[in-house]
């Protein structure tokens, strides 16, 4: 078989989309465990909103406790709440991207 034969390009091509759809699983799994996490976050700057300002918190580091105080726990988790909507914006646009690419490549196959 030669390099330009049919059934070579076939499975070159089939290669090819099935690397486009991998990448958009992965992709998918990426956005969903975002989502997730910036959920958590909300609900959790939600519980400790709704302590006192003097009351004694606690952030997890590991396997340990570390106290902190509520201005510093609500300034970590608003960083992390930020860093996860980055980040969401960032996969829904590579989501964009391999979307594109896989109908382009669906379109041209035919």
Do not use: H, W
Not at 9 to 16: H, I, T, V
Request: aromatic residues 6%; glycine residues 2%; proline residues 2%.
């Amino acid at each position: 078989m030669n390099a330009g034969s049919p059934s070579q390009q076939a499975l070159e091509m089939q290669s090819m989309l099935f690397d486009i759809v991998n990448s958009m699983k992965i992709n998918e799994a990426n956005i969903m465990a975002l989502e997730a996490d910036r959920r958590r976050f909300q609900l959790t700057l939600a519980e400790v909103n709704t302590q006192q300002d003097d009351a004694v918190l606690y952030r997890p580091v590991g396997r340990a406790y570390v106290m902190k105080s509520k201005d510093e726990i609500l300034l970590d988790i608003n960083n992390s709440i930020r860093r996860c909507e980055s980040e969401l914006e960032e996969q829904l646009k590579k989501k964009e991207v391999f979307t594109k690419r896989r109908d382009e490549f669906i379109a041209n196959a035919q």
